[in-house]
């Protein structure tokens, strides 16, 4: 039977609201060790996702080369304002195989997990899938 997301996933989720300043969002994922913010609505339904790649560099000041862009890493933006909203997502049912390809097709280092009733209760990443080929291939070791 193949591994489910839910067995790598980490369940403690870091979550901002829309409104959050961007420097807000910055220490939030220093102080808490993160590099991938998903961003929820008021009724907590996720809206987007922040990454410290958007929070760097967001992808709107590089889309034409005639317009210059100032980008200040501070509140004057809050985060609905970078943040990603065409969210890649995985469910606690699916296999870790169809979490790699995912992240490898979409070239992404984290992607929020959602169960049945498409809440948030999770996120895996690719540091949460090199523990499982760690896992595996310690398992393999031992036969």
């Known amino acids: 039977m193949p591994t489910k997301v839910s067995e790598y996933m980490t369940a403690k989720v870091i979550t901002v609201k829309t409104d ?52 200040d890493l501070n509140n004057d933006l809050d985060v609905s304002d970078i943040m990603v909203r065409n969210v890649f997502c995985l469910h606690t049912y699916d296999s870790l195989s169809k979490a790699v390809k995912l992240l490898l097709e979409q070239r992404v280092g984290a992607v929020p997990v959602l169960d049945k009733t498409e809440a948030l209760v999770g996120m895996l990443s690719a540091i949460d899938l090199l523990k499982a080929l760690d896992d595996k291939l310690d398992a393999e070791r031992k036969r």
């Open 20 to 71: 959050l300043g961007v420097r807000e969002a910055f220490f939030t994922m220093r102080d808490e060790g993160v590099r991938h913010l998903p961003v929820v609505d008021e009724s907590n339904k996720l809206v987007g996702i922040v990454s410290d790649r958007e929070l760097r560099r967001p992808n709107w000041v590089d889309e034409d080369r005639d317009i210059t862009h100032i980008y």
